[in-house]
């Protein structure tokens, strides 16, 4: 895992940024309060530290369960954004039951005289199954009847034993049997107990992670004879009623969470680089002190909107169609689908979809892993954190002191983009390319603005690829001009606009280049600069730049069907490697071009003599789709010099779900 650094430089600080950008922040000194923040919190403390947050350290003096809240009494929570490992569940059976007599959250509780009475259904056993979000180093599963109460032939409830049960944990779902709804184990048994005739159960386990437990009533030679009769209709429940289980771990969680609520910024704003201030900890005997080598680490995402809500609402109309409705209406006034005893799908009053807002909310971002790395999301209104804290060591973890985004004013109100082929411009919404030829782009830029915004002169777009620029043009018509400064680099461009762009000269701007695309699907993501003061770029969102292209999007499709080979255009600088240290030849270039990874992947090469044995295998940094090339000197991993003669040179990719490798001859003469 990432180490993280507990100190920060302080250029990085918000006290010294510059007066065009300010921070938004949580947590710390002047920060929002993380406790006035969170919309969702599974094990954050955040008692022990004034204004950060940090794992709850799990002892003996309380329950793991006592910890959490807002329990789900069902396998698959009905309310609206539940997300697996956001909340706890306790689900009894299969499915899991709402009702009182059979709420399984009632045996969580803390409080033993809240409990599903024993179950006169003979015909099968009760099991139930507890999910704490997250897995946490478990050192104790128990259970014991409630105090008080009698059964109806006069036994009290204390005394009320289960006669037999068997207990199983796991630490992650497991389609096997996360995916069914019959009873199965879910993972190693930590108890088996055919006979048992104590009131309090306590199982002791060695410390380690577990996030499910599942437990069992099983038959037993201890039941009376009706229990154990098929088909039995005394009407008298079975024996063993439970006040509440408890479970017990010692440590710090595996991972922790916290989602903040979506928090209104007050104003559309760009977003800059995220910061923050962590430190990893350690308890040893009792104390926490600073263990900077701790395996454990911190993950951030973060997604922007321009409005309170990223979803949008459907009902369904009386011909069976989806329309759009508030939250409000969604959650209270329409029912579900299914209920108890009905069905009533795809009519007036029921509840349809739930969609993403993609028009007006960015996906969430990538985890970030490393402080000062830029967000690269659109501008926004609101935003929404979500943290992780991950601990590979049960003593161990990182106390997050605050956490600080950069933010500035807006360039212009929206900036759109529109990307199509200039032989192609009415593309009927997609851009289609062939992988790996060059395509002449056209790229239209137009801006919309209030009357405060400043305005820009520059513009930077992302093509994953060297370009050859053509043309840039503005006005209306367009004219083309001279760009004040071009800067070309392997995977974008930076173009400086003879003229700034803003509210009283709003002209329209076209980009033409040529590019090559080495990907099934990417976007030619684009930013607009104001270089004259030190304030953030404005992304350009993909939209209706202008008439003349209908794709309204930044999208690049690969029209190329088929399986196609993720190294191509294999080249080398010279048939024949000559190391003489005359600097003629005394490294081979290779040169190539990856296609359709999803991400940057590790390279290899490896020389075969003719006879196919493997004289020599190096490793080298992950690299993306696009042209990439490496040099070879001729010798080994080891540092030798192969000897003189014909080999076979193969340049190969190694990496989940990819492994491929193409060869070609190289002499060696010296």
């Not at 999910?131 to 009320?160: E, N, Q």
């Not at 999007?553 to 190294?567: E, F, K, Y």
């Amino acid at each position: 895992m990432r180490r993280i650094l507990a100190t920060l430089s302080p250029l990085l600080l918000p006290s010294v940024l510059s007066a065009q950008i300010s921070t938004w922040q949580l947590g710390g000194s002047g920060g929002l309060a993380w406790s006035a923040s969170d919309s969702v919190r599974i094990f954050i403390d955040f008692d022990s530290v004034p204004g950060a947050i940090q794992p709850i350290y799990l002892t003996s003096a309380q329950t793991v369960f006592s910890h959490l809240d807002n329990w789900s009494p069902w396998k698959f929570p009905r309310e609206i954004g539940y997300i697996d490992g956001q909340r706890p569940r306790a689900w009894k059976r299969g499915l899991g039951d709402s009702r009182t007599v059979h709420n399984a959250t009632y045996l969580i509780d803390g409080d033993s005289t809240t409990y599903n009475p024993p179950s006169s259904d003979l015909r099968n056993f009760d099991w139930f199954t507890f999910d704490v979000a997250v897995p946490v180093p478990a050192t104790r599963f128990g259970f014991f009847t409630p105090p008080r109460g009698f059964r109806s032939d006069g036994t009290p409830l204390a005394d009320d034993a289960v006669p037999a049960f068997e207990v199983s944990v796991a630490t992650e779902p497991d389609p096997e049997w996360h995916g069914h709804n019959s009873y199965a184990r879910i993972g190693p048994l930590i108890a088996n107990v055919a006979e048992n005739l104590s009131p309090t159960v306590q199982i002791d386990l060695p410390r380690q992670y577990v996030r499910f437990i599942r437990w069992r009533r099983n038959e037993s030679v201890l039941d009376p004879t009706f229990v154990l009769q098929e088909n039995s209709l005394s009407g008298q429940a079975r024996p063993g009623t439970i006040g509440d289980f408890e479970l017990y771990a010692h440590g710090v969680p595996q991972r922790v969470l916290y989602l903040s609520k979506i928090i209104d910024l007050g104003a559309e704003v760009n977003f800059g680089r995220l910061f923050w201030s962590a430190t990893s900890m350690r308890m040893a005997d009792g104390t926490l002190i600073p263990a900077p080598e701790a395996a454990v680490g911190l993950r951030v995402e973060v997604r922007t909107g321009s409005d309170q809500d990223p979803n949008i609402y459907r009902e369904f109309d009386d011909k069976g169609r989806e329309v759009e409705v508030s939250r409000q209406r969604y959650e209270f006034d329409l029912k579900e689908s299914q209920g108890y005893g009905y069905v009533a799908s795809d009519r007036p009053g029921v509840r349809a979809s739930v969609a993403y807002d993609e028009d007006n909310w960015t996906f969430w971002s990538p985890a970030f892993t490393a402080s000062g790395q830029p967000l690269n999301l659109h501008s926004g209104s609101h935003i929404q954190i979500k943290i992780t804290l991950d601990s590979a060591d049960f003593d161990a973890f990182t106390r997050l002191d605050s956490l600080w985004i950069e933010q500035a004013p807006l360039l212009a109100r929206q900036i759109v983009g529109e990307v199509a082929r200039l032989d192609d411009p009415q593309a009927r919404g997609l851009t289609e390319v062939a992988l790996g030829q060059a395509t002449n782009f056209s790229y239209d830029i137009r801006a919309d603005f209030a009357t405060s915004e400043r305005g820009f002169d520059a513009l930077r777009i992302r093509t994953g690829s060297r370009v050859h620029l053509q043309t840039l043009a503005m006005g209306d018509p367009l004219v083309p001009v001279e760009p004040r400064r071009v800067e070309i680099n392997d995977d974008e461009f930076l173009i400086e606009l003879p003229e700034r762009v803003h509210a009283g000269n709003n002209a329209p701007i076209r980009i033409e280049f040529t590019a090559d695309v080495f990907v099934f699907a990417t976007t030619f993501e684009g930013e607009a600069i104001d270089t004259a003061t030190e304030s953030l770029p404005q992304p350009i969102r993909g939209g209706d730049a202008t008439a003349a292209v209908s794709t309204n999007s930044l999208r690049v499709l690969s029209a190329q069907g088929g399986r196609v080979n993720a190294i191509q255009n294999l080249r080398f600088s010279t048939p024949v490697l000559t190391p003489n240290g005359d600097q003629v030849n005394d490294l081979v270039q290779v040169s190539y071009s990856l296609f359709r990874l999803p991400a940057s992947v590790p390279v290899e090469l490896r020389a075969y003599s003719l006879d196919g044995r493997q004289v020599a295998h190096l490793s080298f940094a992950p690299q993306a789709s696009g042209p990439q090339r490496l040099s070879w000197d001729g010798r080994d991993a080891q540092g030798q010099l192969l000897p003189p003669g014909l080999y076979l040179l193969e340049v190969g990719l190694q990496s989940d779900g990819i492994s491929e490798r193409l060869l070609h001859p190289l002499g060696i003469a010296y």
